[in-house]
Structure formats: C-alpha cells, structure tokens
C-alpha cells in the first residue's frame, strides 16, 4: 500500500498549480533575469544618444567626439553619440529637460590637471550611457596628458599593461583545470540555495498534506485501508520523488546559464553528490515536518514551530561566506557533520571542490543514521497523534510516546 500512497501523492501535487509555479514558473522567471539584462546590456543600441558638450578648455571637444564615433556604433553602422557643442550651459540645461538630449557634460580649464570634470543627465540609472562618457573622456584626458609630457601614448600603455593572473585549480587527483574565483563562489553557493529552496519547498508541502487531511478527517478513511508507517512512508517517497524532479527542473536551468555564460566548472560528480543528499536531507526533515503535522489541527499553529527548524536551516545561507572561503577551517569540518545542515554544508563544499571522499562516507553514515532515529521518533508521535483531534498534545506527552 506504501506504493498506492507514493503514487497518489506524487501524480496529485505534481498536477497542481502550485507546483507548476514554485518548480517551473519561477525558474524559468530567474533565468530570464539572469540572461535577459546581460542580452540588452551587451548587444549594440538601435537609437542615438544625443549629448550636450561645454568645452572650456578649446581642445578636448574634437579629440572627445572622435573617440566616441570610433568606439561607439549603432546596429546600422551610425555614430551611436549625436553631439552638439555649446558655450551655454542655460541652453543645454533647457534642452535636457526638454528631453531634446539626453546629456551634457562640462570640460573645465582646470580638467588636465584636477582630473575633474561634470555629467549632467536626466537619470543617473543610465550607468551605460555615463560609463561610455567617462571611459572616452579618460582616455582622452590620459593621452593630452602624455602628449605634454612628450611621452608616446602607445608605448605608455604598453608600459602600464595590467598583468593578469590566470587561475588554475588542481584537485587531489593531480587534474588542472582553469578556475574563476567569482563563478567559484557564486557556484556553491546558488547550490546551496536551490537544495534549501526544494527541501523547504517539499517538506512544506508534506506539513500541509497532513494537517489538511487530518483537519477534513480525510485521514480517517486512509487508515482504514492502511497503517500510519504505511502512510507516512508514502507521503515521504512521493513528496520526495516530486522534490527530484523539481530539483532537475532547477538543475536544468542551470546548466543552461552556466552554458550561456561559457561556464564548463559543474562537475558529474557534484550534481550526484547534491542529488544524494538532497534525498537524506528531504527524507531527514521529512520526517521532522510529518510529526508537526500529526500534532497540530491547523496550520498556523504549525507555522511557529516549523519556522523554527527553517532557522536551522537557514545557518549556512547565514555563514555561507565564511564557509565557502574557508572551506577546510575546523569549523566547516566540525559543522559539516552536524545532521540539520550536513546536507547543504556538502553541497557546499562539494561545490568549492574541498571536501574529501572519507568526509562525504561520514557525512553520509552520520545522515544514514540520523534519519533512521528521525523516522523512528517521528513515527511513533505520527502513530499516536493522528487521530487525536480537539486535545491540544503536550510534551510531556510527545517524550511519552517516544519512550514507549
């Protein structure tokens, strides 16, 4: 009958629209803001910019909108920058509000040797049209200033060529492979957050199924047909087979980020490592939430509680920082053995590729028999509470039946 349960749980949440929304909806909502902004940022602009120039100096302006017409460019081939110059500030003020242009800057005398110079515009969000600004005037700025110096601009730059770093990762098995310590941080952490996410997500769900079942006394009429053991194992694997593919969903979108961004760092082994202990950790809370259920008649009264235990959960989104960048302290040594958050601390480590074979071994015997305790405690309160109804359950009488 366990299978029976699996299944009905299983095909009735997967057809409702909160799934749909929370397993697709959403994912696919995050991969448009990821992809969507960094497609408009970087694709060429279609419409003119116009801009407004005061140039106190006499010799910046020419040089100034030259560059702009050299390193900017519409889809057509047009200067994307339309510049008028001016010796009114009041004229290019009014056109601003006018919305006749779009910005004006103003080149002062002391600009070569103070370095300063002001932008004017209607928005200060158009960081893309200020960014282009200033870049261009640097350079422009820079290369005047060489050019007084009688110093080639060329071989300065030359000279003064930022030297980069390429980072290599070498693993315990001797493999090299090219590292980026920015995706290598934000890597294990979005990992982390997605298992968070799907184990909340499906423990919640099996909090709720229960309490709406005993509240409607529909579990009455389960029970007739199966055992209380039969019946909590069957929401667990069916809640939990729902998490899988939700987890997929993710993992999924995912990949298709890390593609679009040219990322190849998510390793086989690090997608089986968090698909396994996605099932520890969802079966070990599973477990937790199935008993809140049983004793509580509503769930607001549960909320209390199972906001709690998703406290604990939340400790290494807390910590995560220092986790990720201290990946082998004590500390994260310590903690990752410790059962509400050895799964995501895996994860996490996994992740940063510093986690040892042997500590994944622990950490899975440590969940192993830390979900059979759970399940055994969580049981025998599922067995007893069930069909208590109208009696607020104490304590006292919870470690009475766990004794038992």
Same mark, same amino acid.
């Given at each position: 009958?366990?299978?029976?349960? !699996? ?17 697709? *909806?959403?994912?696919? @909502? ?43 460019? #519409? ?31 103003? !080149?002062?005398?002391? /600009? ?55 980072? !290599? ?12 310590? #920015?995706?290598? @941080? @934000?890597?294990?952490? &979005?990992?982390?957050? *997605?298992?968070?996410?799907? /184990? ?28 209380? =053991? ?7 694997? =069916? ?22 961004? =040219? ?7 690090? &997608? ?8 520890? =950790? ?34 290494? *989104?807390?910590?995560?920082? !220092? ?10 040594? /310590? ?10 601390? &895996? ?38 509470? *069930? ?18």
């Amino acid at each position: 009958m366990t299978y029976q349960i !699996f299944k009905w749980e299983f095909i009735r949440r997967l057809k409702s629209k909160l799934f749909l929304f929370t397993a697709i *909806i959403i994912p696919l @909502f995050i991969l448009g803001a990821m992809i969507l902004p960094s497609v408009l940022m970087t694709g060429e602009s279609s419409e003119k910019t116009s801009i407004g120039i005061i140039d106190e100096t006499g010799r910046i302006a020419d040089t100034y909108i030259q560059k702009l017409a050299a390193n900017y460019r #519409l889809k057509d081939g047009e200067p994307e920058f339309d510049v008028q110059v001016s010796e009114d500030e009041d004229k290019l003020r009014s056109l601003l509000l006018d919305k006749e242009i779009d910005a004006f800057l103003i !080149f002062p005398d002391s /600009i070569l040797d103070t370095g300063r110079g002001e932008l004017y515009v209607r928005s200060a969000s158009n960081f893309k049209t200020s960014d282009a600004l200033r870049r261009t005037l640097n350079k422009v700025i820079l290369n005047m200033r060489l050019s007084q110096y009688h110093l080639d601009p060329a071989i300065v730059n030359q000279i003064t060529q930022r030297v980069n770093l390429n980072t !290599f990762q070498v693993s315990s098995a001797g493999e090299t492979n090219a590292s980026n310590e #920015l995706v290598d @941080f @934000f890597i294990p952490f &979005i990992a982390m957050m *997605i298992l968070y996410m799907t /184990i909340l997500f499906s423990a919640q769900i099996l909090l709720r199924s229960v309490i709406e079942e005993r509240s409607s006394r529909m579990i009455e009429i389960l029970l007739s047909t199966v055992t209380p =053991g039969q019946l909590m194992r069957g929401k667990i694997l =069916g809640l939990g087979a729902l998490g899988l593919v939700q987890l997929f969903f993710y993992l999924a979108v995912g990949f298709i980020v890390a593609l679009y961004q =040219g990322l190849d760092t998510i390793k086989i082994g690090f &997608i089986l490592s968090m698909m396994l202990f996605f099932i520890l =950790g969802f079966i070990f809370y599973s477990g937790i939430f199935a008993a809140l259920g049983s004793i509580f008649d509503s769930e607001q009264e549960a909320q209390q509680i199972s906001g709690m235990i998703s406290l604990v959960m939340v400790v290494p *989104i807390v910590l995560a920082t !220092f986790f990720i960048t201290n990946p082998t302290a004590l500390a994260t040594r /310590i903690l990752t053995f410790v059962p509400p958050i050895t799964p995501f601390l &895996i994860v996490l480590r996994a992740g940063t590729s510093s986690i040892e074979i042997w500590e994944q071994v622990v950490a899975f015997i440590v969940m192993i028999l830390s979900i059979w305790g759970v399940l055994k405690i969580s049981g025998k309160i599922f067995h007893m509470s *069930i069909l208590l109804y109208g009696k607020r359950i104490t304590l006292p009488e919870i470690i009475r039946w766990v004794r038992s």
